[in-house]
């Protein structure tokens, strides 16, 4: 099953085994399951302690469990934990056996705390980006608490039970048999949510946080940047982020970030936190502003009721996904309507889809979604399409691609609980047309996360942040960087040096300020 390069890496890795781990599989005579047969062969012959038995009793075959000897395991994988989950395999792996997570100890004690009894079931597609972090998230909850079990589901390999939940988007994950959520969630994020009491802690510590000089709010690119800068100057830097890389965690490939020939989103942010994490910043994760109030000190509110104080402020609040704002979107939003390609693209083999939106990412998604799906129809709302010559190309080339220019998409269709088709107007004629089809998949740009802003610092029409050359604000003591501001061209280069801009401009701030009369 694995090749001779990676049983050598795994070996070592299994090295680092603590304490003996048991993998127990319930196997049926599908080719998956010998295939899960001997990955797990392979496994159990490259350290002694790590056995293997074939007598498991779990309804989904195949899978497998992990846990210890004589113990009920708590993490299982029905599906064959490969490309992008390989690496929550070999975590699961280590962390049963007794290797310590690379996790906060305050996070460790948390999850240890949490009461009550949690199952959570993770379907997912082995091409999903965004489904290993839910993944590795959860298994990690299952070894440290003896209350919380986790199965990873490979919904292309178990269509039927995706059918019957309707399940059409990934990570999607099931709470004791209910949904509890869909879509990127860190460990954070997941326990957040299952500890009633955590919202109010976090307000308490964030309120006994003394005034920054520097506080930065978003953590992607700009932020990052932003905050580095700030933290080289010696001066107290705070970093606010919803969620650590920001949209860039949902980019699958990146290949014009200068000198770096080709990378991931999640392989870049993880190196971007590293990098922060190596200066003296204050990093407050999964936090949300709601108002900013200017003065000597400039008040951030958060969500959770706690108030920052700080001599400057950074805006970094970046960009999400755009969305059509039209009837029917809302209402079967992971139920057909979808925005990552990637992730769920595998949920809809053999179907029908649309793409809207004919600029690169559009053109990019149609390409990578005609080599899995029956069809593509794709829509572009101006004449012709805007994307790059060689992806047009590539997409003229595809037989299984239809192209209609010149659409206006106004509504979603679907049966109450799925899609079911869309209804566009040629802009060259008004008529109305309907498309039959199970997916959309929306790639029509980006909008700034700036609506908690407004009446605040001036936004443009587009609900951009007005911005100098110096990254200020109209708000004195206020700055801003990267896809939330005026700056053209949202590119993660770009929005990097604007961070970094906005920083050296506060610093410029901070000494005029306080320069004696």
């Not at 992990?66 to 690496?87: Q, Y």
């Not at 305050?106 to 972090?133: M, W």
């Not at 909850?141 to 995706?162: K, R, W, Y």
Request: charged share 20%.
């Amino acid at each position: 099953m694995l090749d001779a390069n990676i049983k050598n890496q795994l070996k070592v890795y299994l090295e680092k085994l603590r304490t003996p781990i048991e993998l127990v599989a319930s196997l049926d005579d599908s080719p998956a399951a010998r295939e899960m047969h001997g990955l797990l062969t392979d496994i159990a012959g490259l350290s002694d302690k790590v056995s293997l038995r074939d007598n498991g009793d779990s309804a989904r075959r195949p899978s497998f469990a992990i846990g210890r000897p004589g113990e009920a395991a708590s993490i299982a994988f029905a599906g064959l934990p490969m490309g992008h989950e390989f690496t929550s395999l070999i975590l699961a792996l280590l962390q049963t056996g007794g290797h310590p997570p690379k996790v906060d100890a305050e996070v460790i004690e948390q999850i240890k705390a949490l009461p009550g009894n949690f199952r959570f079931e993770t379907y997912i597609s082995l091409s999903c980006h965004n489904c290993p972090d839910v993944v590795q998230a959860l298994n990690l909850m299952a070894v440290l608490n003896p209350g919380v079990s986790h199965t990873m589901i490979d919904g292309a390999l178990f269509q039927a039970e995706v059918e019957r939940l309707q399940i059409m988007a990934v990570p999607t994950v099931f709470l004791n048999g209910e949904e509890f959520g869909a879509g990127r969630m860190s460990v954070e994020e997941i326990i957040a949510r299952v500890d009633t009491g955590a919202a109010a802690r976090d307000a308490a510590k964030l309120n006994a946080r003394e005034a920054f000089d520097v506080l930065v709010v978003g953590g992607g690119p700009a932020g990052a940047a932003a905050a580095i800068y700030a933290a080289r100057k010696g001066i107290r830097t705070g970093l606010l982020a919803e969620r650590f890389g920001g949209q860039v965690m949902d980019t699958l490939a990146i290949e014009n970030f200068i000198s770096v020939k080709e990378t991931d989103g999640p392989k870049m942010v993880m190196g971007l936190e590293e990098h922060v994490k190596e200066y003296d910043v204050d990093i407050m994760n999964l936090q949300r502003a709601n108002k900013l109030v200017a003065g000597d000190l400039i008040e951030l509110t958060l969500e959770n009721g706690a108030v920052l104080k700080s001599k400057s402020v950074i805006l970094a609040t970046g960009a999400r996904w755009r969305e059509m704002n039209v009837p029917g979107e809302q209402e079967y939003r992971g139920k057909g309507v979808a925005y990552c390609p990637h992730c769920d693209g595998p949920l809809f083999k053999g179907k029908r889809v649309a793409v809207i939106g004919g600029g690169n990412s559009g053109v990019e998604a149609a390409i990578d979604l005609a080599g899995i799906v029956g069809h593509v129809t794709l829509l572009e709302f101006a004449s012709k399409l805007c994307a790059d010559a060689v992806l047009q190309r590539k997409l003229a080339s595809l037989a299984n691609v239809e192209v209609h220019t010149s659409a206006l998409t106004t509504e979603v269709t679907g049966n109450g609980s799925k899609v079911n088709g869309l209804l566009y107007k040629d802009r060259n004629t008004d008529e109305i047309r309907r498309i039959d089809l199970e997916g959309v998949f929306v790639q029509i740009g980006l909008l700034p996360n700036t609506d908690w802003l407004k009446g605040t610092v001036n936004l443009t029409r587009f609900g951009e942040i007005a911005i100098d050359a110096k990254g200020q604000t109209s708000v004195p003591g206020v700055f801003a960087a990267g896809d939330c501001t005026t700056v053209p061209y949202k590119q993660i280069v770009i929005a990097m040096g604007a961070g970094a801009t906005a920083s050296l401009a506060a610093f410029d701030h901070l000494i005029r300020t306080s320069a004696p009369a």
